[in-house]
T-cell receptor, first 112, second 112 residues
Framework: DGGITQSPKYLFRKEGQNVTLSCEQN?????MYWYRQDPGQGLRLIYY???????QKGDIAEGYSVSREKKESFPLTVTSAQKNPTAFYLC???????????FGDGTRLSIL | ELKVEQNPLFLSMQEGKNYTIYCNYS?????LYWYRQDPGKSLESLFV?????AVKQEGRLMASLDTKARLSTLHITAAVHDLSATYFC????????????FGEGTQLTVNP
């Protein structure tokens, strides 16, 4: 079955540590997205990529970095510069322009 | 800057009743999406609305779009407990590429 796989499901970060969240899709979608969701709130866009080897900052990119070396993969690194990383992180992908974004099951990140 | 507002943010209703969730957006848009999120889970696509006057229905849910009023509605008919979830609208603009702006979400609880 085609879909989006995020790993790990739960992740703990120590002070001063960088952590990387994985997002893989086998839907052959060009566009991929990373969102952050805080409790009781909507989704905020961190980074997005519309094509391999290209990505753009979203609304809250500070303290995060991404890469898009392969069409299938869009990993997100939460750097030590992100002082409040505790949140639910969702990865999504989209194919043709008007089609809805498909979401992974998310990664819940907490600080140790 | 595109702003998307949903109301109400919290909705508690009895089974069998009807209600409407509203999604207002601040600038011209060319597409609007409705998603459902169960607690602790990912987002599931419900409807895609692409033109003025578009109406989509699935079971007890019906979504509509009025681009002139910059308003979409999600109408719930004869609610059942299984509809309890958080519902998000998301808006896209051609000038923003494939990125979407999400509303804060409406947390719906259907009581027996």
């Amino acid at each position: 079955d085609g879909g989006i796989t995020q790993s790990p499901k739960y992740l703990f970060r120590k002070e001063g540590q960088n952590v990387t969240l994985s997002c893989e899709q086998n839907l052959n979608h060009d566009a991929m997205y990373w969102y952050r969701q805080d409790p009781g709130q909507g989704l905020r866009l961190i980074y997005y990529s519309q094509i391999v080897n290209d990505f753009q900052k979203g609304d809250i990119a500070e303290g995060y970095s991404v890469s898009r070396e392969k069409k299938e993969s869009f990993p997100l690194t939460v750097t030590s510069a992100q002082k409040n990383p505790t949140a639910f992180y969702l990865c999504a992908s989209a194919g043709e322009f008007n089609q809805p974004q498909h979401f992974g099951d998310g990664t819940r990140l907490s600080i140790l | 800057e595109l702003k998307v507002e949903q109301n109400p943010l919290f909705l508690s209703m009895q089974e069998g009743k009807n209600y409407t969730i509203y999604c207002n957006y601040s600038t011209t848009s060319d597409r609007l999406y409705w998603y459902r999120q169960d607690p602790g889970k990912s987002l599931e696509s419900l409807f895609v609305l692409l033109s003025n006057g578009a109406v989509k229905q699935e079971g007890r849910l019906m979504a509509s779009l009025d681009t002139k009023a910059r308003l979409s509605t999600l109408h719930i008919t004869a609610a059942v407990h299984d509809l309890s979830a958080t519902y998000f609208c998301a808006v896209g603009r051609e000038t923003s590429g494939s990125r979407l702006t999400f509303g804060e979400g409406t947390q719906l609880t259907v009581n027996p």
